[in-house]
């Protein structure tokens, strides 16, 4: 069942269509199904490449991409930034701190 659905279209694309309609002798009408059928088609492809997950699953990702960068770039920070944060952050007298 086809239902009435009003475009607008600019002059140029108008232009255009009539002109691909006179040539393909088809009407403009079946001409515009027929592209956006093909363009819809196209783009739902497209979108179910893209992943649905919820939050969980996301964060297991993300941290599991975090382990890869960091065995591949490796960082070290300071070993005592639980207790000395204010050192950092703002400048603060170190604290004494004892390794285990």
């Known amino acids: ?3 009435r659905t009003q475009i607008m279209l600019d002059d140029k694309t108008k232009r255009d269509l009539e002109y691909l309609s006179e040539v393909k002798n088809q009407s403009m009408s079946s001409l515009v199904r027929k592209f956006v059928a093909e ?3 196209m783009e739902k ?5 893209v992943k ?3 939050g969980a699953t996301a964060l297991l990702l993300m941290s599991k991409e975090a382990e890869r960068i ?6 070290y920070g300071p070993t005592d930034l639980s207790i000395n944060h204010d ?8 604290k004494k ?3 285990k």
Request: aromatic share 12%; hydrophobic share 35%; no cysteine.
């Open 52 to 54: 649905v997950m919820d």
């Open 70 to 75: 960091e065995k591949k770039y490796p960082s």
């Open 45 to 49: 492809k497209r979108v179910k490449k």
């Open 87 to 94: 050192h950092y952050l703002y400048g603060a007298p170190k």
């Open 39 to 41: 363009k819809v088609k």
């Open 97 to 99: 701190f004892k390794a």
């Open 1 to 3: 069942m086809l239902v």
